[in-house]
């Protein structure tokens, strides 16, 4: 973008420098390979850039991980603090979320895909699944206050509802990629309107 | 079970020793490290059993991946196999199809659940993924004939319909435990009515 020979410029230019781009691709092959697959040096192959030049951002390859993870986890719970405007019954607070955390999904897809593949073996892991627990507990809240205003099925258990609803969003990682088209908004309205409302057509 | 010194029974008898034991500790080594990440030696070490005791069975790594991702393959097409049987409406036979994998996925855990992780990086991994395809392929024609015969909805597209379906049947491998007492039955019966029926109530 620059042929300043300015610093802060020309690394703003190089491709592989900035923070977003290392997060991107630190998200990327971790998911690929493993966190204790992946080192410093196979990210810097990647980028095509010196080792130094991702320890310029982070002091390590935790660090990295933990951004990566948090940027998933601060975009779905960006969307349980909005619910505050929320008005009305717990049902729409849950459709709301739903929405949200499609979008979340869709704009921060590597994030999201590496989130979702944590298993705990690090402090970094462990703290990443405590707040996943958190959100799920917050949706499982709603879901029981949705059935208690008589607005969801209370025949099934708060808990499974959770999870399948959230299966259902949660498994978009495996299919969506950006280039298909398929907006966030769109998607988000399928995937409400299957949970809440089902396949199934009506009879009149 | 047997003190007998005769071969056979003294091989039946030795936990470890036994096919289903040796695929299911496989199906889940590969799941863990990954399919490159595991040796015959990690295998024999966990199994607590001579490399020799697991070439008794199989002559490879790949033939062992290959039995257990065609165990969840084969009974997936098992349940397609039934729907020869089901007489009646396309949307009768999609019921049958997600009760009859629900049920699978339980009662095959590790082994679809390792499917379901599959990436095709070797002809056995390309072999499966198309069979996934094959079995999907079935699926969205299904939804199709029933959307054409105005039981599911028309205005969400086929595929994305089996990708929604399944995306919430597979997510039960992320939460399933056998121990929990939660029968397949019933698990097959929640996930059919929130996907063909929704989580909201109806108004009378």
């Known amino acids: 973008?620059?042929?300043s020979e300015n610093g802060k410029a020309r690394r703003r230019g190089r491709p592989g420098y900035d923070l977003e781009t290392l997060l991107k691709a630190a998200a990327e092959l971790f998911y690929e390979r493993g966190y204790d697959g992946t080192s410093?040096?196979?990210l810097a192959t990647r980028l095509?850039?010196?080792?130094?030049?991702i320890y310029h951002h982070v002091p390590s390859k935790e660090a990295l991980l933990s951004l990566a993870v948090d940027r998933a986890l601060d975009g779905l719970?960006?969307?349980?603090?909005k619910l505050e405007q929320v008005d009305g019954r717990a049902i729409d607070r849950i459709e709301h979320l739903v929405r949200g955390s499609v979008t979340v999904l869709v704009d921060e897809l590597p994030f999201v895909t590496l989130l979702l593949r944590v298993r705990g073996n690090?402090?970094?892991e462990r703290n990443a699944l405590a707040r996943r627990r958190e959100f799920?507990?917050?949706?499982?809240?709603?879901?029981?206050?949705?059935?208690a205003e008589g607005d969801l099925r209370a025949d099934i258990d708060p808990a499974m509802t959770t999870r399948l609803l959230f299966g259902m969003v949660n498994s978009i990682i495996e299919w969506y990629r950006p280039q298909g088209g398929l907006t966030s908004a769109d998607l988000a309205e399928t995937v409400a309107t299957v949970a809440f409302d089902g396949l199934r057509v009506r009879s009149a």
């Open 48 to 53: 095509g850039v010196a080792k130094s030049a």
């Open 40 to 42: 410093i040096q196979d």
């Open 1 to 3: 973008m620059t042929t």
């Open 136 to 147: 799920d507990h917050l949706v499982t809240d709603l879901v029981a206050q949705a059935a």
């Open 122 to 124: 690090t402090e970094t």
């Open 77 to 81: 719970f960006a969307e349980v603090a």
